[in-house]
Nanobody, 121 residues
Framework: QVQLVESGGGSVQAGESLRLSCAAS????????MGWYRQAPGKQRELVAT???????NYADSVKGRFTISRDNARNTVLLQMNSLKPKDTAVYYC???????????????WGQGTQVTVSS
């Protein structure tokens, strides 16, 4: 199996920063894209940022210039540095990874359990 474990969520004031971390472990041959998604109460889950294995990044327009995604391929981890946080960033943040478990397997998407980020004004 594959597990994604997130950490780093919490409650902050508007304008402050948080850093989220996600570590993938288990039966892993290779990881393709990794990313962060979020879901606010009453809303659908949305993309925040993704990063490919060759470090190509993609961001939602709402976080461009404030959030930075990075990864450590050797440690199978992905980070999300969130600066200048706003109340509208409040959500549960989920880590995602496209994992290939063996050399012959297809890529499968895995999700973390989610970590709460709360930003107050």
């Amino acid at each position: 199996q594959v597990q994604l474990v997130e950490s780093g969520g919490g409650s902050v004031q508007a304008g402050e920063s948080l850093r989220l971390s996600c570590a993938a472990s288990g039966s892993i041959f290779r990881i393709n894209a990794m990313g962060w998604y979020r879901q606010a109460p009453g809303k659908q889950r949305e993309l925040v940022a993704t990063i490919t294995s060759d470090i190509k990044t993609n961001y939602a327009d709402s976080v461009k210039g404030r959030f930075t995604i990075s990864r450590d391929n050797a440690r199978n981890t992905v980070l999300l540095q969130m600066n200048s946080l706003k109340p509208k960033d409040t959500a549960v943040y989920y880590c995602n990874a496209e994992v290939r478990r063996t050399i012959v397997a297809l890529y499968t998407a895995y999700w973390g359990q989610g970590t709460q980020v709360t930003v107050s004004s």
